[in-house]
């Protein structure tokens, strides 16, 4: 019994972790029909840009908010840049936009700052709390809150307020809303930045669990495309809930089969899910909500 | 106008550059390395060594009164590039010798341009394929895997551990080196109790260390790894409390592996790891010291960046070649490759290198040492 908790608390302390990157996919994919691939380039930057702000003397909190900031600014540099000269193209070529991004991301930061392993103290200190023989990292659970927080947020910005809904007219039909009255320009540059800061976020909350380098976005990004995939791409539910359903499948897998097919399992149950509801979990509904 | 002033700009730029380039050819020693892409934590301070040695060694007047030319490519660990750039250098830059291969596969792939070619190739690769079978032209400087396995085996042996778990990255060098353990632990009388793999990027190994926790009899546990997975094991294994000895493999021998995975998750763990990190702790009366440490000196003071295995490689590759130019006083590639299988006793920062026509590699196990983690820092264990 001890050695399931401890399964199930890994499994939800990773899942926390793809959650938070899949959550990250969800605003430009609701406000653009484009896949971010940059996604994981956010998070990395939330991780490295704390780590060098921080290594510079300044107090953990503030440098989480400047690089939560700063790639904020750069995910609105994206937009402006690259994705909205291209507004008439194809949502394929926007993606393929976005994949070019993170590679130019991913290089310009080896220069910026290095190419080695980086990680800052956990918040809330390195001493393992124990939970019925089974034992959890207290920065897991800030992940796992903060996993909690940002689907909160943002499943009361898509369904309460006035600009979330404009987010979701905007990826239905860009004219339509313009006809109405929503600022589409704005709606996109909004919904880069919000990607950005929530990537980043995610980055400054999982950095002392998984380490940061410059090249560890595209790792996240996969997982975190597939967590949301599973869940439903753009459903807020269906991130956190791929998320953890994938942390959970790769935990058990590696704890009762074997850690030799923890990735394979986690990407049969993909194909299955995806054969049985090509919409994902939670997708269908979102795609005819407004 | 613009235009104009934009080429008077190039031409005089061109005049400046073609006098500062010497007119006379020199001794031409090509090199192919992973300055930038994936491996470029290993090829950025392997290039760095080599430019700041050859001028060095120029300055100081350089081999048997020639200068050294140091033709270098960035091949971006890609092995196709590599292979272009190695006929490049035999074909059009004519040298006398290279020393490159970061990676395994950049290496592999331009071993046959070389052996065709006939001209001695010094590899920085870490597998044991480049040097077995040995081919005549192909030398190398890292340490197998084997060899680490082997150091680690020892150390188990004589604390009488016999009966161990393994978790392993499954990635290229963890594969690789669990591979070689695995072939040479029978003639240790260790058993492999509990064997789990984790992938590179994986967040969290607690479920494979539980599973090595519940296995009744388990001593030890070896972690062959690289990157961050051996660091969040190390966190893994204090949080689950698991209080037997953890071995970490050469792969992490640095000192940010003990910031990454913390001075209190880290302490006591063993790992077979070169004299260079250790260059201050070493005996007086140690050959390795004075070599060690003028290179960790020198290399700090003109790159700002701490030194590093990867950049030794590349020192003793250099150390090698330059040694058997001046025993062959020729630069035919065909002496200088006789002179390199001669290499006798050369102290270089992997270990002291006595080469012969069976062994292009030249290193024994005192090229590592066991190292224990204490309270932060790096003890030798012998």
Redesign the interface.
Same mark, same amino acid.
């Given at each position: 019994m001890p050695?399931f908790l401890?399964?199930l *608390?890994?499994?939800i302390?990773?899942g926390a972790?793809y959650a938070l990157v899949a959550l990250g996919f969800t605003i430009i994919y609701n406000a653009s029909g484009v896949v971010n691939f940059a996604q994981g380039e956010f998070v990395m930057l939330g991780g490295m840009i704390t780590v060098f702000t921080y290594a510079a003397g300044l107090p953990l909190p503030l440098a989480a908010l400047i690089a939560i900031l700063a790639t904020a600014a750069i995910g609105v540099a994206l937009n402006t840049l690259a994705i909205a000269p291209a507004r008439g193209a194809p949502v394929v070529s926007l993606i393929i936009i976005t994949i070019g991004a993170s590679i130019l991301i991913r290089g310009a930061t080896?220069l910026v700052f290095d190419?080695? *392993?980086?990680?800052f103290p956990a918040f809330s200190g #390195?001493t393992?709390i124990a939970i019925g023989g089974a034992?959890i990292?207290p920065q897991s659970l800030w992940v796992i809150s903060g996993a909690f927080a940002i689907f909160l947020l943002l499943w009361l910005f898509f369904t309460r307020t006035l600009i979330g809904r404009a987010v979701l007219a905007t990826a239905n039909n860009r004219v339509a809303a313009q006809l109405v009255g929503i600022n589409t320009n704005f709606v996109m540059t909004l919904s880069f930045a919000m990607s950005a800061a929530i990537g980043a976020l995610a980055g400054v909350l999982?950095t002392p669990?998984? *380490?940061t380098?410059y090249?560890?976005g595209l790792?996240?990004a996969l997982?975190g495309f597939a967590a949301a995939m599973i869940g439903g791409m753009g459903n807020p539910k269906g991130a956190l809930v791929g998320g953890l359903l994938l942390g959970i499948l790769e935990?058990?897998t590696?704890?009762y089969i074997s850690?030799?097919y923890? #990735?394979a399992t986690a990407f049969i149950v993909i194909l299955v899910v995806l054969f049985a509801m090509p919409q994902g979990l939670f997708g269908s509904k979102s795609t005819d909500r407004v | 106008m613009n235009f104009n002033r934009n080429t008077a700009l190039a031409s005089s730029l061109a005049l400046v550059l073609g006098f500062a380039t010497p007119v006379f050819a020199d001794i031409k020693i090509g090199s192919t390395i992973s300055e930038t892409g994936?491996a470029?934590?290993l090829g950025?301070p392997e290039a760095k060594t080599l430019k700041m040695l050859v001028e060095e060694i120029n300055a100081a007047g350089g081999v048997n009164g020639e200068k050294i030319n140091l033709i270098l490519y960035d091949d971006g660990g890609d092995p196709n590039k590599a292979r272009t750039f190695a006929t490049r250098l035999v074909e059009d830059d004519k040298v006398v010798a290279v020393i490159g291969g970061t990676t395994t596969g950049t290496s592999m792939a331009i071993i046959p341009v070389f052996e065709d070619a006939e001209i001695p190739f010094i590899s920085l690769a870490g597998a044991i394929e480049i040097i077995d079978p040995v081919r005549p032209h192909t030398f190398k400087t890292p340490h197998t895997d084997r060899m680490a396995c082997a150091k680690i085996f020892e150390d188990m042996k004589k604390n009488g551990i016999t009966k161990i778990g393994m978790i392993s990255g499954?990635d290229g060098f963890g594969a690789s080196m669990h591979k070689q353990c695995l072939q040479i632990i029978g003639e240790y009388g260790i058993q492999v109790l509990a064997d789990?793999?984790?992938?590179?990027?994986?967040?969290?190994m607690?479920? &494979?260390l539980?599973?090595i926790k519940?296995k009744a009899g388990v001593q030890a546990v070896l972690n062959p790894g690289f990157?961050?997975g051996p660091?969040?094991v190390t966190?893994n294994y204090? &949080?689950?409390?698991l209080g037997l000895p953890l071995y970490q493999s050469h792969g992490v021998a640095s000192d940010?592996f003990i910031?990454?995975a913390?001075a209190?998750?880290a302490e006591g763990v063993r790992l077979p790891g070169t004299a260079l990190l250790v260059a201050s702790l070493l005996p007086e009366n140690d050959p390795q010291r004075s070599v060690v440490v003028a290179y960790k000196a020198a290399y700090e003071k003109a790159t700002g960046k701490p030194v590093s295995t990867f950049g030794g490689y590349a020192h003793d590759a250099l150390r090698i070649l330059v040694d058997a130019i001046k025993r062959a006083g020729s630069t035919e590639p065909s002496a200088i490759r006789d002179a390199i299988e001669g290499t006798h006793g050369l102290v270089g920062t992997t270990g002291t290198v006595t080469m012969s026509a069976k062994d292009h590699l030249g290193l024994d196990l005192s090229a590592f040492r066991m190292l224990r983690i204490e309270n932060g820092g790096w003890k030798i264990v012998e």
């Open positions: 050695e401890q399964f *608390l890994s499994g302390t990773v972790v080896q190419k080695q *392993l980086h990680r #390195d393992p034992t990292l999982v669990i998984t *380490l380098s090249n560890i790792a996240f997982k935990a058990m590696a704890g850690s030799q923890k #990735d | 994936p470029s934590f950025d499954s789990e793999t984790y992938s590179p990027a994986d967040a969290d607690t479920p &494979q539980t599973n519940s990157g961050q660091a969040i966190r204090a &949080q689950l409390a940010g910031e990454l913390g209190k998750a």
